[in-house]
Structure formats: structure tokens, C-alpha cells
């Protein structure tokens, strides 16, 4: 979970969206290797299996992997990790990434300071600002941290 404080409001993305990102990154990890089985992403990141089954099916359903039946399938991803953002899974999972409901577009959200509320645009604000940091962060440049974290550059004198 990503706790944010906003003025007594927690905004917090779920578990199943740490296991989104994490599950997406492994497959992008591992891609020279063909198809990620489910069980290997699993074992390998410590989730349960029929909870990464459904994240799997929601980033599916989302377009952002494909899956490969058969004995050699698994999970690849449907494009190159370098258009795919954290924004993007992350919305897969929990839908429009959002502080409060008045700046998620609901059809049906009532408020009766709506009209004349100017929290909302702060609001807003924080919004556009999570959505746009989580947008310019691509899975490709996750995969390049996490080779650099494995593998720091020593340098010797």
C-alpha cells in the first residue's frame, strides 16, 4: 500500500495494485525467457497464486498482457514495456486513480457543495499530479532501476 495524507484523507492503492506492478515487472524481467507461467511469477514474488490470478485477468481484461495457452504458455505483454506506465496498471486495478469521488467523473457522485466547493479543485490538482508522476514511469524504466539496484556500478581507486 502507498499511503498518501491528505488533510486527514489517506488515499491507498491496494495490495492487488502492489501485485499488478510487481507481477508486470517480472514478466518484463523475464521476457527473453517466453511465457511466464502464473505459479513461476508466484513463487518468485511471494504471492498467492489465485490472487495473482486474478490480477493477471484484470491487467488482461485491461489489454496490458496476453496470455499463451498450452504447455509452453503463460503471460507476455501485449506491447513494448516502454509504452506501458504505472499509471495504466495500476488503473487496471482500481479504476481511475483519484483522491476523492467528486474528481472521479462519477455520473451519479452527489455533493451539496459541488457548485461552489474550492476544495475540489485542490482536489483536482492532486490528481493530475499523482496521475501524471505514475505516467511518466514505464515499466521499461522500472526494469532498468531494478537491474541498477541489483547491480550497482562500484567504482574502485
Known amino acids: 500500500m502507498i499511503p498518501i495524507g491528505i488533510v486527514g484523507y489517506k488515499m491507498r492503492f ?18 527473453d525467457k ?15 497464486v489465485r490472487f ?23 503471460y507476455v505483454l501485449s506491447r513494448d514495456p516502454g509504452t506501458i506506465n ?14 476523492m469521488d467528486c474528481t472521479a467523473g462519477l455520473i451519479d457522485y452527489r455533493c451539496l457543495q459541488i457548485n461552489g466547493c474550492v476544495v475540489k479543485d485542490v482536489w483536482e490538482d492532486v490528481r493530475k499530479a499523482i496521475t ?20 550497482p556500478v562500484m567504482y574502485h581507486i
Open 52 to 74: 495473482l490470478e486474478q490480477v493477471m485477468a484484470s491487467l488482461k481484461k485491461a489489454g496490458l498482457v496476453e496470455s499463451i495457452r498450452g504447455a509452453q504458455g503463460g
Open 132 to 151: 501524471g508522476v505514475l505516467s511518466k514511469v514505464s515499466i521499461h524504466e522500472m526494469c532498468k532501476r531494478k537491474r541498477e539496484k541489483e547491480n
Open 34 to 48: 517466453g511465457p511466464i507461467h502464473v505459479r513461476a511469477i508466484a513463487n518468485r514474488q511471494a504471492i498467492p
Open 86 to 99: 504505472l499509471a495504466q496498471v495500476i488503473e487496471a486495478i482500481e479504476g481511475p486513480i483519484t483522491p
Open 14 to 31: 491496494s495490495v492487488k495494485s502492489e501485485y499488478a506492478v510487481i507481477a508486470i515487472l517480472d514478466i518484463a524481467l523475464h521476457a
